[in-house]
């Protein structure tokens, strides 16, 4: 049985990008906001979002800087590129069409 948790492991790119396109933040934040904002569902591990930023900065739709955080110590905040925002308008069209999809189905009659 899948969990709430395992949509997070096909939509990260778009949710990360999404909560980028907000205001620049380092991962510790990213992580916060991200299970913030969906009501304590969904949640990323350390394992998966460093790799998966790491990844977005690859692609160029993301850059990092190292800054200081609202407790004075050195962390690497992230951005959303001009290609990125791009690549966030394809991953939310994207998704809108699945979910309409899957809404469709979910909504069918039964017999």
């Known amino acids: 049985m899948s ?4 949509l997070v492991q ?9 909560i980028l ?9 990213i992580s916060v906001r991200l299970k913030s904002v969906s009501g304590d569902v969904l949640q990323v591990s350390e394992g998966s979002l460093y790799p998966a930023l790491h990844k977005l900065e690859q692609e160029g739709w993301i850059k990092a800087e190292w800054k200081q955080t609202e407790n004075n110590r ?5 951005s959303l590129t001009r290609l990125g925002r791009k690549q966030l ?3 939310v069209a994207n998704w809108q069409r699945l979910s309409s ?10 017999a």
């Open 89 to 91: 308008e394809s991953e």
């Open 10 to 18: 096909g939509t990260l790119d778009l949710l990360l990008l999404k």
């Open 74 to 78: 050195r962390a690497k905040f992230y």
């Open 101 to 110: 999809a899957i809404s469709q189905v979910i909504g069918l009659s039964e």
């Open 21 to 29: 396109a907000l205001e620049p933040l380092h991962g510790w934040a």
């Open 3 to 6: 969990k709430p948790t395992d």
